[in-house]
């Protein structure tokens, strides 16, 4: 299961995720918001990743405007790594070496066809583990 939020500057792409979602048959709960009117990012990012925190979701798909002020909500919540990305290489290597656990996507920032594309290359890209496991476990001791 995967969460989605996203606020004004981001719904009409996490729209677009969504069908691109439907079809390849990945399940996902969306957290808001539900119409394109102004909203604040934080209120829709808290949820959906506390329900990743819970385990109720395994990765969350975050958008707004630039996908910056999400990923800085959903870093505040203990347990999350997000990343806000607009290149390839780094949706792959968030996974690969940070194990992020929220992808932040900017609807003013990416079309469709590349979010799309990131999406993919984020839910599919495994944590590399070994020295990067000790150094996400330091990047987590931070917040405590
Ligand atoms: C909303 O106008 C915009 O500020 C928001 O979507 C986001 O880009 C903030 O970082």
């Known amino acids: 299961m995967i969460a989605l939020a ?3 500057g981001g719904f009409a792409l996490k729209e677009e995720i ?3 979602l439907d079809g ?4 996902y709960e969306d957290f808001g918001c539900f119409a394109p009117e102004s909203c604040d990012y934080p209120d829709m990012a808290k949820p ?8 109720r979701c395994e990765k969350a798909l975050l958008f707004c405007g630039t996908g910056i002020g ?6 505040k919540i203990k347990g999350i790594r997000a990343c806000a ?4 290489f780094s949706a792959k290597y968030t996974r690969l070496h940070n194990d992020a656990n929220a992808l932040c996507l900017g609807g ?6 590349l979010a799309a594309e990131l ?5 599919e890209t495994p944590f590399e583990g070994g020295r990067h496991q000790t150094r996400v476990d330091k990047v987590m001791a931070l917040e405590k």
């Open 70 to 75: 999400i990923s800085m909500a959903a870093n």
């Open 48 to 55: 959906a990743c506390e329900a990743v925190v819970s385990g």
């Open 6 to 8: 996203s606020d004004h």
């Open 24 to 27: 390849k048959g990945v399940a």
């Open 108 to 113: 003013r920032v990416v079309g469709p066809g």
């Open 119 to 123: 999406v993919d290359i984020f839910l």
């Open 18 to 20: 969504k069908k691109h």
């Open 85 to 88: 990305c607009s290149d390839a």
